[in-house]
T-cell receptor, first 112, second 112 residues
Framework: KNQVEQSPQSLIILEGKNCTLQ??????????LRWYKQDTGRGPVSLTI?????NTKSNGRYTATLDADTKQSSLHITASQLSDSASYIC???????????FGTGTRLQVTL | EAGVAQSPRYKIIEKRQSVAFWCNPI?????LYWYQQILGQGPKLLIQ????????DSQLPKDRFSAERLKGVDSTLKIQPAKLEDSAVYLC??????????FGPGTRLTVL
């Protein structure tokens, strides 16, 4: 059964600090690994999409890494801002009719 | 480019009542998805359309849920009769070539 596990479940950091969110996935066959940001009351927005041959991808202050051997991914947020407060969801894609396996997300709160 | 539109944004009904949600995907996107997102969980795929045909409805509770996409553009998702456990956010997403999915803002359903 395909599975995506994320940690921590929630995180509180001070504005300006960096943080790293973790994702372990078991997705077969594996096509790509995605990170989404979901603001409260909004739909998820794609941050990065990585195939098995990519081990890092950046989108502004967001940098995702992928280790296809250990089936782990991380999302690093640099110099956090209040607007980064959201849930971050890791998603595995089998590439089969775009079937996605969603993690339960990490809820990040950035405070002053 | 206009995003995925959904309505209503919020709906409160009593159990055993019926409810319908509407989704207008991004223009030209052939693939449309309906997801159910229960509080604290990642989205769960209910149904996937390719144009006006169903690709995957394996997780749709067909005894009470139905969905259609008659002209291959807009889609409606209906629940009849609703149960307490149907309280969730219903997300609609669309994609052009099956790679990146763009999500709408969702409809938050509360069943009392």
């Amino acid at each position: 059964k395909n599975q995506v596990e994320q940690s921590p479940q929630s995180l509180i950091i001070l504005e300006g600090k960096n943080c790293t969110l973790q994702c372990n996935y078991t997705v077969s066959p594996f096509s790509n690994l995605r990170w989404y940001k979901q603001d409260t009351g909004r739909g998820p927005v794609s941050l990065t999409i990585m195939t098995f041959s990519e081990n890092t991808k950046s989108n502004g202050r967001y940098t995702a890494t992928l280790d296809a051997d250990t089936k782990q991914s991380s999302l690093h947020i640099t110099a956090s801002q209040l607007s980064d407060s959201a849930s971050y969801i890791c998603v595995g894609d089998t590439g089969t009719a775009s079937k996605l396996t969603f993690g339960t997300g990490t809820r990040l709160q950035v405070t002053l | 480019e206009a995003g995925v539109a959904q309505s209503p944004r919020y709906k409160i009904i009593e159990k055993r009542q019926s409810v319908a949600f509407w989704c207008n995907p991004i223009s030209g996107h052939a693939t449309l998805y309906w997801y159910q997102q229960i509080l604290g969980q990642g989205p769960k795929l209910l149904i996937q359309f390719q144009n006006n045909g169903v690709v995957d409805d394996s997780q749709l509770p067909k005894d009470r849920f139905s969905a259609e996409r008659l002209k291959g553009v807009d889609s409606t998702l209906k629940i009849q009769p609703a149960k307490l456990e149907d309280s969730a956010v219903y997300l609609c997403a669309s994609s052009l070539a099956g790679l990146e999915q763009f999500f709408g803002p969702g409809t938050r359903l509360t069943v009392l």
